[in-house]
């Protein structure tokens, strides 16, 4: 390591994370969104029709009289363990969407938020194209874990 260097302890990694997930309401959703704005990891402040600078909501696929309901569905069970140097991020599985004759056809990411406060998006999922709801259930399965950091 070179004279200056700053390094985080991974136990902090973890704790930021858990601050995160457990005391800011905790509370984490998957919605689903089209393809008007592609979200990428450099997407500025994006947000869930909260405080930021982009507002994924806008792109949210439109509900229906199917069973996507607006805003997506919860992720339970956050949680944030440290394994070896990697600070480990999960949650359980959000449920199926079933087909119905009346769900949104143009499904292409699903979008990770926080619903507190500035509802702040956390990440999101490539459906792999195009996914009609109504030709077919939808399921998201998480590796676990969902996510990893580290320092390397």
Do not use: R
């Not at 490539?126 to 077919?136: E, P």
């Amino acid at each position: 390591m070179a004279q200056g260097t700053v390094v985080f302890f991974d136990q902090w990694l973890v704790d930021v994370c858990e601050i995160k997930m457990d005391h800011e309401s905790g509370t984490f959703y998957m919605a689903l969104v089209n393809t008007t704005s592609v979200p990428v990891i450099t997407t500025t402040v994006p947000h869930w029709n909260g405080t930021g600078t982009t507002n994924l909501q806008a792109n949210e696929v439109a509900p229906a009289t199917g069973n996507y309901a607006a805003n997506g569905k919860s992720l339970d069970n956050p949680s944030v363990t440290l394994t070896g140097a990697l600070a480990e991020i999960d949650w359980d599985d959000p449920a199926t969407w079933s087909s119905h004759v009346n769900n949104p056809t143009d499904a292409y990411w699903g979008v990770m938020y926080n619903n507190q406060t500035n509802k702040e998006c956390v990440g999101f999922v490539d459906l792999g194209g195009l996914f009609d709801m109504t030709t077919g259930d939808l399921s998201i399965v998480f590796a676990a874990p969902v996510a990893t950091l580290n320092q390397a």
